[in-house]
């Protein structure tokens, strides 16, 4: 039968008891998971912002993994038109040799190490692409294999099969940046020189020798002249190159800056304080075991055990 005299005492301690329990499941899952709650009702007063951050560092993920992505391309296009500008920068310092020692005799061959070194770079290729065919996939941006071809084209254009469309990278949400850099633009000129010097030496004019005349100094002179313009187009170029490199690279840095503090928002927001959280786990234990305690010794309390 119901002991009306101790029923209120029992109920309140059973009621300190469940929830001590209940304190003693929360600490042990903190202290187990490692988080304040793992159901989002025990984070309802943190949702909001928890939500917001966590949408940050998925975007701000993204445009770190589009940008890793970007760099490597970005450095192999800057090697290829590093070796360009090379190539460009040795045919002029053969032609200026030349007319210092009045000798063309190398200058054909300097032409030729020139000419291969340019046409490798135009077709370099990353991840299975051409760099420097726009957005053609199909074939090869530049076209010619040998100097006999470039002397047999009818026209400088002919040799170039790239698009006219430049490459576009998107590295956040707003912002989109012109990666792509066309082979035409970069060696039509440069091509042009190349093709004048061959067709020189296998014309009337040619072809060079040990002692140079004075139609062969006169054309390399002209030559030289536009070299000059062409190299400070294709260092230019190469210059911008390196501007998106740095401009990539410092988005990278601060998107990896913004990830850390979304990181540990994030963590502020929903992880547990270890060492908090197995302190409450021990008061928790302490606090069930005297609940228990309490309402054990109640169970066994009667108002008949004072009257006898």
């Not at 099969?161 to 990278?169: I, K, T």
């Amino acid at each position: 039968m119901t002991r009306i005299s101790t029923s209120q005492a029992n109920l309140t301690t059973l009621n300190n008891l469940l929830r001590n329990q209940a304190r003693l499941a929360d600490a042990q899952n903190q202290v187990a998971t490692g988080k304040k709650s793992t159901t989002l009702k025990g984070l309802v007063r943190e949702l909001g912002t928890l939500n917001a951050a966590r949408a940050v560092s998925i975007r701000s993920q993204s445009t770190i993994d589009r940008i890793k992505e970007l760099e490597p391309k970005l450095a192999v296009q800057d090697t290829a038109l590093g070796q360009m500008t090379d190539a460009a920068d040795k045919l002029r310092q053969s032609l200026i040799g030349s007319l210092g020692s009045d000798n063309g005799l190398i200058v054909m061959q300097d032409l030729t190490a020139a000419f291969d070194q340019l046409a490798t770079a135009l077709n370099q290729k990353y991840a299975g692409r051409s760099l420097f065919a726009g957005t053609r996939t199909d074939v090869e941006p530049f076209t010619a294999k040998t100097l006999d071809e470039v002397a047999a084209a009818t026209t400088i254009a002919d040799m170039f099969q790239n698009s006219d469309v430049r490459q576009v990278s998107r590295i956040d949400d707003g912002e989109t940046v012109q990666t792509g850099i066309l082979a035409s633009d970069i060696a039509t000129d440069l091509i042009g020189v190349i093709k004048a010097v061959k067709d020189f030496n296998d014309g009337a004019g040619g072809p060079f020798a040990a002692n140079m005349d004075d139609a062969q100094r006169a054309f390399i002179q002209t030559q030289l002249v536009a070299l000059s313009p062409i190299l400070d187009s294709m260092n230019q170029i190469q210059g911008q190159n390196g501007l998106l490199q740095n401009k990539v690279e410092t988005s990278r840095a601060l998107e990896e800056d913004r990830q850390v503090l979304m990181t540990s928002l994030i963590g502020d927001l929903q992880d547990a304080d270890l060492a908090e959280a197995a302190s409450r786990l021990q008061q928790a234990q302490t606090a069930v075991e005297a609940s228990a305690r309490t309402f054990s010794i109640l169970q066994n309390v009667s108002l008949l055990n004072f009257l006898r």
